[in-house]
C-alpha cells in the first residue's frame, strides 16, 4: 500500500506577481529579464527547455533540449536534423517551447513557426563546443535503435583515433533550428491557483498582450 497520494501533492505559489504595468512590451526583452532571474538564482540548467513537435500527421512527441541562443529573432537549439525531433520539424516546421522555473515559481511557453539556422552560424557555435561534443555528434545516429551501449563507445573509440590532432568537421546532418515565436506566455504562480498568465500574440507586426485566465 502507497503511503502518499500523487493527487494530495501540491504547493502555495506565493513569491512573485505579474502585472501589465510592469512587464517589458517587447517579450524577447521580458523573457531576457525573467532569464536572468534565473540565472541569478543558481537554478540548474535554466536553459533547459521542453520542445513539442508533431508529425504532419498530427501525432505529437516532446523532449527537453538545451536553448543555446535568443535575440529579436527567435530562440536556437542544436541538433541532429535526421533525428525524431529533426525530421518532424522538417515535415511539420512549427514547435512549442516550454521552460519551468520552479524556485521562482515561473514558466514561459512559447509558440511560432521553426527554421533552420543559417550554416555559417551553425558552424560557429559547432566549432565552440567542446572536442568530445564534436565527437558525439558524429559517434550517434540520434534517435535509431541500437543493439547495445558498446556499439555507441566503439564508434566514439573509432573516430577519436581519426581526428587525432585534427579538426573535427561538422556533421551534414548536424545543426541548429530557430523558434520564431507568434505567442509567448510569462506564468507566475499565485496562491489558490489564481495564477498571473500574460500572452503576448503578435498581430501585424504588433506585440499584444493579453491576460489569460488561470
Do not use: C
Amino acid at each position: 500500500m502507497s503511503d502518499y497520494s500523487i493527487a494530495d501533492l501540491r504547493l502555495s505559489y506565493t513569491r512573485q506577481q505579474l502585472l501589465e504595468t510592469e512587464v517589458h512590451p517587447d517579450p524577447i526583452q521580458q523573457f531576457q529579464i525573467w532569464f536572468k532571474q534565473a540565472l541569478s538564482a543558481d537554478l540548474v540548467e535554466p536553459n533547459a527547455m521542453t520542445i513539442a513537435t508533431a508529425t504532419k500527421d498530427g501525432i505529437p512527441s516532446a523532449r527537453i533540449v538545451l536553448l543555446k541562443g535568443v535575440d529579436e529573432r527567435g530562440f536556437v537549439f542544436y541538433t541532429n536534423y535526421e533525428s525524431r525531433k529533426g525530421r518532424e520539424l522538417t515535415e511539420n516546421p512549427q514547435a512549442v517551447l516550454v521552460f519551468w522555473w520552479g524556485m521562482l515559481e515561473r514558466q514561459v511557453r512559447i509558440e511560432g513557426s521553426v527554421e533552420k539556422v543559417a550554416a555559417a552560424e551553425t558552424e560557429a557555435y559547432f566549432r565552440s563546443r567542446p572536442r568530445g561534443s564534436q565527437l558525439g555528434a558524429w559517434a550517434s545516429e540520434q534517435s535509431r535503435v541500437i543493439p547495445n551501449r558498446q556499439v555507441l563507445e566503439q564508434q566514439l573509440e573509432n573516430l577519436t583515433r581519426t581526428y587525432e590532432n585534427r579538426d573535427i568537421p561538422r556533421p551534414p546532418h548536424w545543426g541548429g533550428f530557430r523558434v520564431v515565436p507568434d505567442a509567448i506566455e510569462f506564468w507566475q504562480g499565485r496562491p489558490n491557483r489564481l495564477h498571473d498568465r500574460l500572452r503576448y500574440r503578435r498581430e501585424n507586426g504588433t506585440w499584444i498582450i493579453e491576460r489569460l485566465s488561470p
